[in-house]
């Protein structure tokens, strides 16, 4: 990302479209303060909200089945049995590759045309010839 040390006009020129941008925002808000007083909007009756109803269904602390006790739990068999020992692998043969040869016929490259061969096609700011 770059910093506004690194670009200062480009810095600038985000501020200054930012400050444009805003100007349309402020002349909106500016009309809207001098408009004539409205009539107000009158207060809308409050809607009362029914209770709901009591559900019976529910059991109590009363009927619900005691939780089970941690001696209740079955316990998790435990077996101290070692654990197999990972199979050995195979010792594998090192590939290895032919010598390079000492030189290397690098391929023809085409060069650059030459810049004074390129038109101008670009228009540049120059001014007109003078009669």
């Known amino acids: 990302m770059a910093t506004s040390s690194d670009h200062p006009i480009l810095f600038l020129l985000m501020i200054a479209l930012l400050s444009i941008s805003s ?32 559900i019976p269904n529910f059991p109590t602390a009363a009927t619900l089945p005691p939780l089970p006790t941690i001696a209740s739990l079955p316990t998790l068999p435990t077996t101290n049995t070692p654990l197999p020992s990972l199979p050995t692998l195979p010792s594998i043969t090192k590939m290895t590759l032919p010598p390079m040869p000492a030189s290397i016929p690098l ?15 670009i228009p540049t700011n120059s001014p007109p010839p003078s009669n």
């Open 23 to 54: 100007i349309s925002t402020s002349h909106a808000a500016r009309s809207l303060l001098q408009l004539p007083n409205l009539p107000t909007i009158p207060s809308l009756p409050q809607p009362t909200v029914p209770q709901l109803p009591a």
């Open 107 to 121: 391929p023809n490259m085409p060069s650059l045309p030459n810049i004074s061969a390129i038109p101008n096609i």
